[in-house]
């Protein structure tokens, strides 16, 4: 059994390996010698060898005449193949032969051919390469030249016309390489030279606004009727900057060129001597080509909105550098003046800006700038004017700032704010104002003499008339030499007053406003200066100390002729203004009340100093209370007294020959001197009745009464005598009669009259208090209770005594009575 499937496999083995490529024999024979039975499986393949073998002869015994015919017949093509070897290879050497030239010919025909084609191809690819090479050997020129605006335009023109033109070469690869290096050192160089220009404008932007400022100047002061330029400002626009305006440099770009000149920013020198007498404008003195280059480099690159937002940016950071005030510009005007000419020459950029370019800056750009700029003017110009007490300083300023207004209004800047903050101004310009002449006033009356003004000639009476409106016809007819009625402070405090209303005045000119708020102005202001100011002089000059009665006569006869002066002032402020006074709801002048005042306060100091000086006198008074009466003789006044009515004769013989009217050549009114000579009679007679009821006096004999009696005669003796005209009858006398019926009740013990008649108009003693009549009754008998004490036991049957002291005490009972009457 086993043989049987050994022969099978060996069977098996040998077909496949008769149908098998031989590449793919080897598994197959390893089957074999991995079995055991490969010698019969050798013995099997050399039976099937030698059967293969048979049948490889018996095909070949079947073809093998076939194959000796094809044999023959090829030995017979043999020898004609050679004849024909033979006939081709002569024909072939001769058409050898005869071809050579014509090989010869074609050779160099096709070698004709090849470098004609190849000169074509160069010349087209030297056609399209040599622009490629021109256009950036120019621009490595344009680059050198630094006119970078044409270079980033041939720089355009090479990268997407010359370039794809030439082909895939090197320095064609090497170009387009460099072209975005190329894009960016422009694009950087240009932003170089656009920051070199912004610091430039800022450093000489004073200058610039000194030259706008001076413009402004130069156009005020030409003839209204002269049609000014539009942008006069702008100065002389030049041919290059109005190519730029007007098509934002459209020429330049079809020529290939910048749109304007490719100088240096900053400040350029203006030589031209044409023009020597212009003031150069904004473009004389900047060189604005840095601007618009980057403007153009930008907007090619497509970085218009990047440019636009750094300059912005940039300018916003300048505007607050120039808005920022030095910290001690208030000190001098030229702080201002440069504070004013950097703010000046910021704008005036920004406008040249708005007007040579198209959207860089806009309008409502500028306008907020401006808004941002006018709140930190106006908060600096409060802050550092009110540093500053120099009203010469403040009216610089605001010439200042008006020029400053009106410079920017020519721009088309609203600037009603600043002339608001102006008329705010005015009320620190005033305060100053008063300041100063405050100081000018007290210099005047601490200098001045207080006497009348002595005159000689002719030429010193128009001198001081010229000063001060003085209208007196009997005093110009009198000869010289003469004396004016007033001091020197008169016409010196007039010709301040009108300085006053000067300065006033120029303040508020070229404010924009009318005649009748200029008028209202200076004549409020003037109100100020007369009613504080001048007021507060005066009652400094009256209220001083060391100040006579002959000086306060003379303050009297000042303020009078001051005060008769006040219309004319009126009429001054008229003419300066041209507002008629009897204009409606015009401000009137206070200067009248002002004078009066100062004259009613000088009287009361002439009655406050007479009475001081009264007071003096009396101190000396030494009184013996306690004096005897005395037998005989008479009584004589008392030193101190008799002093006192000396001093007040002279004194009121200064008023003795004054005038009762304030009109006349004279120097006090009438009025005047009655109530001081009043005034000092009361005071006396008060003075003395206060001695008698001084509480620290608690006992007071007859004798010295009889001696006030005496001193009190005196004094109505020098009242009746008339120191002083004007008084009717015995008025003078009514100032003693309090003090004379007093002592007439006691030195002539009528009391009977004065108990019965009291509360009568006809009573004889109707001045006399209870009071005082109680107060001093008991001073009298109090040392006569304490003698009849002291006395021995028997003296209380004295009638005399008895009587009198009944009396004394009725009387004391009586008085108590009519006062607790009185007060119920």
Known sequence: MASVETAAEHERILREIESTDTNCIGPTLRSVYDGQEHGLFMEKLDARIRNHDREIEKMCNHHFQGFVDSITELLKVRGEAQKLKSQVTDTNRRLQDDGKELTSSME????????????????????????????????????????????????????????????????????AEN????????????????RDFLESIRKHSDKIGEAAIKQAQLQRSLDSSISTQPRALLGRRSRKEAAVAGGAGTDSERQGGSPVSEQDSGILDVEDEEEDDEVPGAHDLVDFSPVYCCLHIYTVLGLRDVFENYYRKQRRKQARLVLQPHSNMHETLEGYTRYFNQIVGFFVVEDHILHTTQGLVNRAYVEELWELALSKIIAALRTHSSYCDNPDLVLDLKNLIVLFADTLQGYGFPVSQLFDMLLEMREQYGEILLKRWNITF??????????????????????????????????????????????????????????FIYACLKYSEDLHLSSTEVDDMIRKSTNLLLTRTLSHCLQYAIKKKNVGLAELVQVIINTTHLEQSCHFLEEFISNITNVPPDTANATKLYGTSTFKDARHAAEAEIYTSLNAKIDQFLQLADYD???????????????????????????????????????????LPGKVAQTACMSACKHISTSLMQLLLDPEVRQISMGALHQLYTDVKECESFA????????????????????????????QWDWSTYLADYGKPTCKYLRVNPHTALALLEKLFKPMRETSRKNNVFAQFRKTDRDRQKLIDTVIKQLRNLIAQHHT
């Open 108 to 175: 160099e025909l096709q070698q004709c051919r090849v470098q004609q084609r190849n000169i074509a191809t160069t010349i087209d690819k030297l056609t399209h390469c040599l622009p490629v090479l021109e256009m950036y050997s120019r621009l490595q020129e344009q680059m050198r030249f630094k006119r970078y605006y044409p270079a980033l335009r041939t720089l355009e023109q090479l990268e997407h016309t010359c370039l794809p033109r030439a082909g895939q070469y090197r320095f064609c690869s090497i170009m």
């Open 179 to 194: 072209i975005p290096k190329l894009r960016t050192q422009i694009r950087d160089t240009a932003m170089t030279q656009l």
């Open 442 to 499: 007290r210099q005047v009356l601490d200098q001045d003499n207080y006497s009348p003004i002595p005159v000689s000639t002719d030429q010193e009476y128009k001198h001081y008339t010229s000063q001060f409106p003085l209208q007196d016809p009997e005093l110009e007819k009198l000869p010289f030499p003469k004396k004016l009625p007033f001091s020197e402070f008169v016409p010196k405090v007039y010709c301040q007053l009108k300085e």
């Open 625 to 667: 209370w306690m004096a005897a009466v005395q037998g005989g003789g008479t009584l004589d006044a008392s030193d101190y007294l008799i002093d006192l009515i000396a001093f007040l004769r002279s004194t009121f013989s200064v008023f003795t020959n004054l005038p009762g009217t304030p009109v006349e050549h004279a120097t």
């Open 720 to 747: 009746r005598a008339g120191p002083v005209a004007g008084f009717q009858g015995d008025t003078l006398l009514l100032a003693f009669s309090d003090l004379r019926q007093l002592l007439d009740l006691f030195t």
